[in-house]
């Protein structure tokens, strides 16, 4: 008799081996990542476009200094300086590039769904079949982003308490390293509540796409379950692929702030889009090692498990069938 936990959410008999599969998913799908590259490449270049008129019609004669570094080259250190003069002539980039952030926010929502389901699938997607997936499950997913924002608020509220605590802390504590310590104890706290609200919301989707589920609310709490069962294993392998995306952009932004001359703007171009490739690049490595994990994870569940045999029926007795309960 063999005994099938379809809809489990509990530990993992053993942790799945996501890592490097992940990386293997998103290296034999890399399409998926030169196509959002590509899409977002055009977004900045229209978003800059805008703002390098508004550069050179309104920020460039405020300072005779900064404006030599930004009109021979782009040095990030210069445009700092200029947003903290009084007047702040930069007030005005931010609105410029709230759309073109918002276009790109909107189209990674739609390619969530087709880009989970070619990690998930074994066969390669063809074009048609990948956006099929995208729509058949972008609304599915738009209320998940909805649950999400909700989801922030607490901490959100977190975040402007340790704002306020700090400020009581600096005006009365001696020592100058008190203030200093307690950001960052609250910085590291609210980080980690950030990705594990992240990670139970990154999980949902995948469960979705996975059942092919249209109540949210319902995979959130299969979510929550699942997470809480494998926490160790689920956010060990979320902050390992965080981690090195951050090591990543961090060298990036370290060579070209210090190692770059401002007026080499090709090779500062060159390193931004390749600092960009790396983070698209490990955000995709997360997505694909999770939806790895949960596939790991179902496999083992459906693995036929041995019962033991039935007790010998005498001679003449009709055997009773057993009906084994539903797990959830």
């Known amino acids: 008799m063999l005994h099938l936990t379809l809809d489990s959410t509990g530990p993992a ?32 270049f229209l978003g800059m476009h805008q703002v390098a008129h508004w550069l050179g019609g309104n920020v460039l004669n405020h300072s005779l200094e900064s404006s030599r570094r930004l009109v021979h080259g782009f040095d990030i250190t210069a445009l700092a300086e200029l947003g903290l003069l009084p007047e702040n002539p930069l007030r005005g980039m931010g609105s410029m590039s709230v759309i073109p952030s918002f276009l790109f926010t909107l189209f990674m929502l739609f390619m969530t769904g087709g880009i989970l389901v070619a990690y998930y699938d074994d066969l390669r997607l063809d074009a048609a079949g990948f956006f099929e ?11 998940l982003l909805i649950y999400f924002l909700i989801a922030l608020i607490p901490i959100a509220i977190l975040a402007s308490l340790a704002g306020k605590i700090y400020n009581n802390i600096d005006e009365a504590a001696v020592s100058p390293y008190s203030a200093p310590i307690f950001t960052a104890v609250a910085a590291i706290f609210l980080l980690f509540l950030l990705m594990s609200v992240r990670l139970w919301f990154d999980m949902a989707q995948v ?50 702030m210090i190692r770059l001359r401002p007026e080499n703007t090709p090779a500062a171009f060159l390193i931004g889009q390749i600092m960009i490739v790396f983070w698209l690049g490990t955000r995709l490595w997360q997505r694909a090692a999770e939806t790895a994990w949960y596939k790991q994870y179902r496999l083992a569940y459906y693995a036929p498990v041995p019962m033991p045999p039935p007790a010998p029926v005498a001679p003449g007795e009709i055997p009773k069938a057993e009906i084994l309960p539903e797990t959830d």
């Not at 998103?26 to 055009?42: A, E, P, S």
Request: with cysteine; net charge positive; aromatic share 20%.
């Open 13 to 44: 008999p053993e942790p799945p081996r996501a890592f490097f599969a992940g990386a293997g998913l998103v290296w034999t799908r890399q399409r998926i990542l030169w196509w959002i590259f590509v899409v977002n490449l055009i977004l900045a």
């Open 207 to 256: 469960i979705s796409m996975a059942k092919d589920e249209r109540k949210m609310y319902r995979m959130l709490g299969r979510s929550a379950s699942l997470v809480w069962h494998n926490f160790g294993s689920l956010f060990w392998l979320y902050l390992r692929i965080s981690v090195i995306g951050w090591v990543l952009f961090g060298a990036g932004l370290y060579i070209w």
């Open 133 to 143: 997936a995208c729509g058949r499950h972008f609304w599915r997913f738009v209320r």
